[in-house]
């Protein structure tokens, strides 16, 4: 079974920067990993997808604000968000797909807020 754990969240007000790590407890080099989120009340979505060749994917409300990367050498994801807005509160999720087998985080929370 392969863990994910998220960290990093936190409280920030507008205009703030937070930067998630998400690290996995398996060997990452050759998969895709996401970070997903979840506001209250709606469903989960794709945030920014980073391939194993660095390749990177950005929904539009985050393109110019958030920065997907990873180390292969520590099995680890991170997303710099900065300039963030109270429309970014929500679980952020880790998510890592081995050889067509998804796996999850537990997520961390990120609340912007004045």
């Known amino acids: 079974q392969v863990r994910l754990a998220e960290s990093g969240g936190g409280f920030v007000q507008p205009g703030g920067s937070l930067k998630l790590s998400c690290v996995a407890s398996?060997?990452?080099?050759?998969?895709?990993m996401a970070w997903y989120r979840q506001a209250p009340d709606k469903p989960r979505s794709l945030v920014a997808r980073i391939a194993s060749n660095d390749n990177t994917y950005y929904v539009d409300s985050v393109k110019g604000r958030f920065t997907i990367s990873r180390d292969h050498n520590k099995n680890t994801m991170y997303l710099q968000m900065n300039d963030l807005d109270p429309d970014d509160t929500a679980l952020y999720y880790c998510?890592?797909?081995?050889?067509?087998?998804?796996?999850w985080g537990q997520g961390t929370q990120v609340t912007v807020s004045s």
């Open positions: 398996a060997d990452t080099r050759g998969s895709a």
């Open positions: 998510h890592l797909r081995i050889r067509l087998n998804d796996f």
